[in-house]
């Protein structure tokens, strides 16, 4: 089974500098999806980023970046120019791929993200 | 578009009573998903929809809980004989499906569900 380890349980940043929020996996998958995922206390969860495992090029969203490692089985999240709504909960997720069909996300704990003004 | 809906927000009941949640995905969108969350937990896959097919179900999901999307759009998730255990958040997802490869998964604001 696939599991998904974030070992932060919570992060605390200055507003405006930058914060690497780390998660490995472990997987005898190949091919595979991973993700962040963001749940303000609205508790929605946003997708923040995805990575696709396949690729090797790092996936970038705006301010959001990723440093995925294969062969390490990392996958951690930087966040630049932190902003006051990043605070949230941040989760890693991972997916196995399996074409067409579809499977569950399975996720992490989860790390609370303080950003201080 | 007004997102994935979910009703209740909250639910309280007493162990032993029966509960339903309701999904309402966004229009079209051909995938629906339910995942539970307990507090300091990410959440845990319970079951999905392909349209009106129910295509897989976790080991979590056990004889107590059943799920229906009877004509392909919203959905519902019924809790039988409710236990203290069962107490989380229960969110669903919901996404537009035509390959797998760039599936995209909108989440609603869950039910809060307490078992007293």
Redesign the interface.
Known sequence: AQT?TQSQPEMSVQEAETVTLSCTYDTSESDYYLFWYKQPP??????VIRQ?AYKQQNATENRFSVNFQKAAKSFSLKISDSQLGDAAMY?C?YRR??????????????THLIIQP | DTGVSQDPRHKITKRGQNVTFRCDPISEHN?L?W?RQTL???????T?F?NEAQ??K?RLLSDRFSAERPKGSFSTLEIQRTEQGDSA?Y?C?SSL?T???N???F????TQLSVL
Do not use: C, H, W
């Open positions: 998904v609205s508790r929605q969860m946003i997708l696709e989760f997720a791929y399996s074409g067409g069909g579809a499977d569950g996300l399975t996720f992490g704990k989860g | 995938r998903y995942y300091g937990q990410g959440p845990e896959f319970l999905y392909q295509l897989e976790s958040m969110l997802a499906n390959g797998g490869v599936e995209k998964l989440f609603g604001s869950g």
